[in-house]
């Protein structure tokens, strides 16, 4: 079964403190997504990566960055944690030749910024 | 741009009632729509999608959704709901390069 694996289900981090989230999949898809879920805000993109070292900025970059070392892994960093960075993100990962939907999101990671 | 509407936060059902859960877009160009669900602590789900051809797109579980272009819009519907359906559904659609953009989203509770 495919799978969009996130490495943590739950992460409590302190103000100001550098936060790795980490998204690993083994389809062996090229593109990849961060996205954070709020409640009545939906799903909101933060980063993409279209390749291997490549990254775009989504619709709410600010205070994030990403890096896309190795196909299988995207990683989201947060540089220095805020509490309204406190959510549930989100990672999903597709073939590039499906640009039609054919997304596998993983389970999420809901972080509390403290 | 694209975006995407959900007209309903929360949409309370008795079990075995139908249920529809409505959803807008707006876009200058043809786009893809999707319905995703998300039971409680787990991860984003395809119910259906709409891509071209037959207006009507029937999914998983029994949902099904129609795309009505004149009013750009693409509600989902189910006949008859179970205690199972107790999820956030979430409207999406894409642009002309992939990304996902997605609705507010729905929580339906179903009772017995």
């Known amino acids: 079964d495919v799978k969009v694996t996130q490495s943590s289900r739950y992460l409590v981090k302190r103000t100001g403190e550098k936060v790795f989230l980490e998204c690993v999949q083994d389809?062996?898809?090229?593109?990849m997504f961060w996205y954070r879920q709020d409640p009545g805000l939906g799903l909101r993109l933060i980063y993409f990566?279209?390749?291997?070292?490549?990254?775009e900025k989504g619709d709410i970059p600010e205070g994030y960055s990403v890096s896309r070392e190795k196909k299988e892994r995207f990683s989201l960093i947060l540089e220095s944690a805020s509490t309204n960075q406190t959510s549930m993100y989100l990672c999903?990962?597709?073939?590039?030749?499906?640009?039609?939907?054919?997304?596998?999101f993983g389970s999420g990671t809901r972080l509390t910024v403290v | 741009a694209q975006s995407v509407t959900q007209l309903d936060s929360q949409v309370p059902v008795f079990e075995e009632a139908p249920v529809e859960l409505r959803c807008n877009y707006s876009s200058s160009v043809s786009v893809y729509l999707f319905w995703y669900v998300q039971y409680p602590n787990q991860g984003l789900q395809l119910l259906l999608k709409y891509l071209s051809g037959s207006t009507l797109v029937k999914g998983i579980n029994g949902f099904e959704a129609e795309f009505n272009k004149s009013q750009t819009s693409f509600h989902l519907r189910k006949p008859s709901v179970h205690i199972s359906d107790t999820a956030e559904y979430f409207c999406?659609?894409?642009?002309?390069?992939?990304?996902?953009?997605f609705g507010a989203g729905t929580q339906v509770v179903v009772t017995p």
């Open positions: 999406a659609s894409t642009d002309s390069w992939g990304k996902l953009q």
């Open positions: 999903a990962s597709r073939h590039r030749d499906t640009p039609a939907g054919g997304y596998t």
């Open positions: 389809m062996d898809h090229e593109n």
């Open positions: 990566s279209y390749d291997v070292k490549m990254k």
